[in-house]
């Protein structure tokens, strides 16, 4: 598990293209003021996936609904911690007035026990008796109150398991071909973030960082979004998505074995 984070502060560097601080701060127009509980000694990581191509694919709405429905299967988690239990969310794509593609985001209250104030996907705890995609589109519905049968579920991402939480996590993507009202959940949800795919694939956007946690070495994946970090688990999960939409990830969208990035 990671440790708390250091009294010792680390020097600002920059990670793509934007100075980090501590906190997890971007020093500019992006980023959140999330405490995020960096160990000491974290080193900048590798670039994003599609940071090789020339040009981005077409991100317009009727070609990502496309694409995504030719996933492959998700691949199950490298690892489970023991007593693991599960826990599904849900990956929804809305067309945008622009014809463009958008993934709803939502997040947390401050007043929530475990990750308050954090940005997730909708989801939860998979309950006796219900499949994991029937979860995904419950709690998808009790948090944003999206109703399930506007929802086109188009393949499952890669599993992963969380050390801090032991939850595996089993991803779902759903399309709602039509722009819908959400509405958050006022005990669960304390707004909705409706984000662009092309926004999250801009240079300066994504960056990652080594952690060393427990002997080993952890890559993190950071989204900074106008006034938003989004990280941990969902941010693992954001970029199997983004890596498999963009080509950019193994044909399977499974990680590399090294690749311990589902930390939470």
Known sequence: M??????RPIPPRTLGGCPITMRGMALGPR?????????????????????SLVSLPDLSWNSVAERVQSFPPGAPPEFAVS??????????LMPSLNG??????????????QHSGEISFPGG???????????ALREAHEEVDLMPQSVQLAGRLD???TVATAFTIYPFVGLVKESVTLTPHPAEVASILRVGVDELLQEGVYHQEVWQVA?????MHFY???????????????????????GTRPPAGRPPLTDRWMID
Request: with cysteine; glycine share 8%; charged share 20%.
């Open 2 to 7: 990671p440790r708390r984070p250091s009294s």
């Open 31 to 51: 980023g959140g003021d999330q405490i995020i509980p960096r160990p000491p000694d974290v080193v900048v990581g590798a670039p994003p996936p599609w940071s």
């Open 83 to 92: 007593n693991s239990a599960d826990a599904a969310v849900l990956v929804v």
């Open 100 to 113: 463009t593609t958008e993934v709803v985001f939502t997040k947390r209250p401050q007043t929530m026990k």
């Open 125 to 135: 705890k998979v309950e006796r008796g219900e499949s994991c995609s029937d979860a």
């Open 159 to 161: 599993a992963l398991s």
């Open 215 to 219: 002997g080993h070495e952890w890559p």
């Open 224 to 246: 900074l979004l106008e006034g938003e970090t989004v990280w941990g688990a969902t941010a693992a999960i954001l970029t199997n998505f983004l890596g498999l939409l963009t």
